[in-house]
């Protein structure tokens, strides 16, 4: 795979679509001109109450699910529910997909979702925009490249040869749900506490197995792979990348003043260092990235300091925003930056 190759030259069915001129290394820079995101768990509810819409602007006794920050302006109906349209309670050829604890989506779902990926218009292309479906189409290249599903290929490669032994998709599945903090009291989608599931809605429903979002891990494993990467790719005697690689991806690619970005990693500014998640101390060759509920795992390869904090603000509510308005992980990181200095003393 080149990095400035297109997508329809590995996945010949977009060859007609727009995404597939989608140079890998614009998505890999959040530059593509795709959305953001899509709630695509909206368009599989339906209303317990005749007449009532799933979503509506204003806030009232029957839309009293707010979503989102109060500037979003968008409440959720609360007498919606998982249509059996699409769910089942049972586990069944026809409806397969686990989403949560006694709740299975319908088979198609998955290729009904990445048809409208891959169909949506693209806008702004050339300007950055994080975007969640960016990395659903490169674990689609990867799997269709490489002939594998994301989760083995990645877990042969890496987290088995590595040693992390708690890193890995749908923990569920080997019985370890309780071992995972739980995620999010999903009022608006699942109607349960999700545990050992995908918290992310769309990896949800792509069976808890996604180019963006559903992996679980511990903080020492994290450790481990940070490691890896803050060594040039090299990890108890054995090469995992080419220094090169860690390298390229690790540089400042996208030349801008508030989110520089590194290839599919997270890179600071003068400007930006004083941000809501890194410490002001780093150098500004550190990199890493961020997890919506509030995880990080960043690497200053000029202090060789390896950070990782795996927090859940989203417990119980995911509208909790305290752990960017109180700066948590930035203060964490500059005290235990300040240690290590003093230990080199």
Not at 136 to 148: D, N, P, S, Y
Not at 269 to 279: D, K, L, N, Y
Not at 315 to 322: C, E, G, Q, W
């Amino acid at each position: 795979m080149s990095l400035e190759g297109q997508l329809r030259k590995y996945i010949p069915e977009y060859d007609t679509a727009q995404v597939g001129k989608i140079k890998i290394v614009d998505l890999l820079l959040h530059q593509a001109g795709l959305r953001a995101a899509k709630a695509f768990y909206l368009q599989t509810l339906e209303s317990l109450k005749p007449g009532l819409g799933i979503t509506a602007r204003t806030f009232s006794d029957e839309y009293a699910l707010r979503m989102g920050k109060p500037s979003d302006r968008t409440n959720m109906n609360k007498h919606c529910i998982p249509s059996a349209l699409y769910y089942r309670h049972q586990r069944s050829a026809e409806f397969p997909i686990p989403v949560a604890e006694g709740l299975f989506g319908r088979a198609d779902l998955p290729d009904s979702m990445l048809y409208q990926v891959a169909h949506t218009p693209l806008k702004n292309a050339g300007l950055y925009r994080y975007s969640d479906w960016g990395f659903i189409l490169l674990q689609r290249l990867v799997e269709r490249t490489l002939k594998g599903r994301i989760d083995s290929l990645v877990a042969a490669s890496f987290y088995v040869p590595l040693g992390m032994r708690h890193t890995g998709y749908n923990p569920w599945e080997k019985g370890l749900a309780g071992q995972c903090a739980p995620s999010e009291n999903d009022i608006f989608f699942r109607k349960a506490v999700v545990q050992g599931y995908a918290h992310d809605m769309t990896a949800a429903m792509l069976g808890g197995i996604a180019g963006h979002a559903g992996l679980f891990s511990t903080a020492s494993d994290l450790a481990v792979l940070g490691q890896m990467l803050l060594s040039g790719g090299i990890y108890g005697g054995l090469r995992y990348l080419n220094d090169t690689t860690v390298r390229i991806f690790t540089q400042p690619l996208q030349v801008n003043e508030f989110t520089p970005r590194g290839l599919g990693f997270d890179k600071i500014s003068e400007r930006s260092r004083s941000s809501t998640f890194v410490a002001p101390s780093v150098s500004m060759a550190s990199y890493g990235h961020t997890g919506f509920t509030g995880t990080i795992l960043w690497i200053d390869p000029e202090a060789e300091f390896v950070f990782v904090l795996l927090g859940n603000r989203a417990f119980p509510d995911s509208n909790n925003l305290k752990i960017l308005s109180l700066r948590v992980r930035a203060q964490l990181m500059e005290v235990l930056y300040q240690a290590a200095k003093e230990l080199e003393r």
